[in-house]
């Protein structure tokens, strides 16, 4: 196993001042030196090479709430997104196991955009020959970095919701060479959930004691909000309600495609959520609140924050400061304004104040938007200060209380039930395997293998 290589600890990808500093020296040269280097596996992190948490505050003059809502933002992982840390969790864990080996298997990485960006990344610095499968709607950006990194593309029928036509390519590809392919799905690999259990999570838990000190919130989290694409970033949530009992977890789905909501389906342009099924990996047992989102809002919203005439009514009408409005301006992608409109609802329906921190996620930034604006802009004109100013109101400050379900226990069965149907009848898993998830116990055993994980990949390396 010596001639493998390895990247992070989970411990490590939370606290990267613990690396060896000489790796560690090299891991921050290589970020602008050569970014396609595998040394660059140690800057999976949300924290930056001075060891700050990548994060802010939303203005409230955004948000139009009391409560203070912080985003956590991927932009600088070394894919552009915190999907990275998901893909070398899931590979490293099958690697240590003995279920992959570069010198003899192709990786298949089933996804809508950024985790088949990460799997393309962390696969191919890993010496694997890699497949990524997308469906064919997906953003340009995407199909361009995936073929950047080195590895195939195959597009299937659909867009962001068709992801069994995903599972259907790769069960096919296997099917013809099974001693050679080898299926990372990000919707069952548990690695997916442990690495946002164990670094978003814990990142989370930091940043609201660093928060507190400079005076913002109570020290704790009151809500993590996010929508589930995987469900591997709402996993953060588990690991924060240990902490803080009375803590919610909200997800969030689009209005077009309101699987869990209401055993809906449909096509959406929210781009890494809402693909229409229940994830294995998603510990709905455990989620407090369920709120849907309209996806031409995520699209507007990102429009207002990232073009001209948006920066000029935040700046000008509504006194948030240029230095916020350029930073903001670099760190949302479609999924980022989602997660926001959903901690606003949050702190709305909640009656949230000042104390009550929100935490939510960036998933990626505009640079895999560009074409999806151009769209936008065809298709209802050039955005103006007047319709910059008619979006920060409707889309933000008063966003709508609509499409929220809280939990009860009932309905926590129900959305569990859900998941028979993809992963017992179409994917292999057994009716004992779907009911022993219904136990937080089964979900804590998952939790404790990463002090295992972490012992084997010293060993290895």
């Known amino acids: 196993m010596s001639d493998f290589i390895y990247g992070p600890t989970y411990s490590e990808m939370l606290h990267p001042e613990t690396i060896d500093p000489a790796v560690r020296r090299r891991a921050i040269e290589a970020i602008t030196e050569d970014p396609l280097d595998p040394i660059n596996l140690f800057n999976i992190s949300w924290r930056d090479e001075r060891n700050a948490l990548r994060a802010m505050v939303l203005p409230p003059e955004l948000t139009g709430v009391e409560a203070p809502i912080a985003v956590l933002y991927a932009k600088d992982f070394p894919t552009g997104s915190h999907k990275v840390g998901a893909t070398y969790s ?78 259907d390519k790769s069960n096919e590809l296997h099917a013809q060479d099974p001693d050679r392919i080898r299926i990372l799905n990000q919707f069952s690999e548990l690695g997916n959930y442990r690495f946002h259990y164990h670094v978003t999570g814990n990142a989370v838990a930091e940043l609201a004691g660093e928060l507190h000190r400079q005076g913002v919130g109570d020290g704790s989290v009151a809500a993590f909000v996010s929508a589930m694409g995987s469900s591997g970033t709402i996993a953060a949530g588990d690991r924060l309600k240990q902490l803080w009992p009375s803590h919610k977890i909200v997800g969030l789905e689009p209005i077009q495609c309101p699987t869990i909501y209401s055993n809906g389906y449909g096509g959406h342009n929210i781009q890494g959520i809402g693909d229409k099924h ?30 001209e005439p948006g920066w000029n009514v935040l700046i000008r009408r ?78 933000f400050r008063r966003q709508k209380l609509d499409y929220i379900q809280e939990s009860t226990l009932e309905i926590r069965r129900r959305w569990h039930h859900l998941k ?40 290895a390396r």
């Open 278 to 307: 229940v994830t294995w990996i998603h510990n709905v047992m455990n989620m407090d609140m369920l709120a849907c989102i309209d996806d031409r809002e995520c699209e507007e919203g990102l429009q207002l924050l990232t073009e």
């Open 90 to 167: 899931v590979l490293l864990e099958n690697q240590l196991e003995g279920r992959v080996n570069p010198r003899k298997h192709t990786l298949i990485w089933p996804s809508t955009g950024n985790y088949g960006i990460g799997g393309a990344w962390v696969g191919c610095r890993m010496q694997f020959d890699c497949i990524v499968i997308l469906p064919e709607e997906m953003s340009q950006e995407r199909f361009d970095i995936v073929e950047r990194y080195g590895a195939r593309l195959i597009k299937t029928p659909g867009c962001e919701s068709n992801v069994k036509e995903i599972y």
């Open 420 to 459: 028979y149907y993809t992963w017992v009848e179409q994917q292999g898993k057994t009716v004992a395997e779907l009911n022993a998830q219904m136990s937080q116990e089964w979900w804590c055993h998952e939790q404790e293998r990463i002090d295992s994980i972490q012992k084997m990949l010293l060993a």
């Open 318 to 395: 509504y006194g948030i400061a240029e230095e916020t409005v350029r930073k903001m301006s670099t760190v949302f992608g479609l999924s980022g304004i989602c997660n926001v409109l959903g901690a606003i609802k949050t702190a709305r329906y909640y009656g949230f104040g000042k104390n009550d921190l929100i935490v939510t996620i960036c998933t990626d930034a505009l640079d895999r938007y560009h074409t999806e604006m151009a769209k936008l802009t065809a298709r209802e004109g050039i955005m103006d200060e007047a319709k910059a100013v008619m979006r920060m109101e409707a889309v």
